[in-house]
């Protein structure tokens, strides 16, 4: 019964080879007839924009976790062999070596990713609410702290009143980038 169950992996590669090693698994997995087995595979990436020395806007893609894969996947036999003998692989992380199956990680570390990466279904519980005073914690306004002037639960978003170039600026935010401030 516990063969059955998908679960997030945690697969090491060589840094700097993450979507080569992604495009090898998922043709060996087709090739191999193991898409029910291997469900999804991701490079934890995030876009960032970032702005020259002439002031010229670049929208990069920061890979969050170098060197690691994350696999969503049923942990059978054939499955397990497929993932550990793909070119660029290194190894599970949370196995022990000596032929022993990797642990899965954790459903709230990998639902934390996923929602940073805009992937999750999952809508997120916040502590704060309209009025109250936030911090934001990633991006471009990193450490910047600011005030809740709206909220949407669908998008996982609210707009915040930040204070740039002496201007009141709204801002918007997902709730997983702000932290409420306690006054």
Known sequence: MDEIKKEWYVVNTYAGHENRVKDN????????????NLLRILVAEEQEIEYTKTGKKVEKVRNLFP???FVEMIMTDDAWY?????????????????????????????????????MSERKLVV??????????????????????????????SATVLTILFGRETPTEIGYGDLEKVDE
Do not use: H
């Open 25 to 36: 698994l998922e043709r060996r997995a087709e090739s191999m007839g193991l898409q029910d």
């Open 67 to 69: 060197g690691y894969l």
């Open 82 to 118: 497929v993932v550990r003998n793909t070119p660029g692989v290194t190894g599970f992380i949370g196995s022990s070596g000596g032929g022993a199956k990797p642990f899965p990680v954790a459903a709230d570390e990998i639902e934390s990713i996923l929602q940073r990466m805009g």
């Open 127 to 156: 502590n704060f609410q309209v009025g109250d005073r936030v911090k934001i914690l990633r991006g471009p306004f990193k450490d910047i702290e600011g005030t809740i002037d709206a909220m949407n639960d669908d998008a996982q």
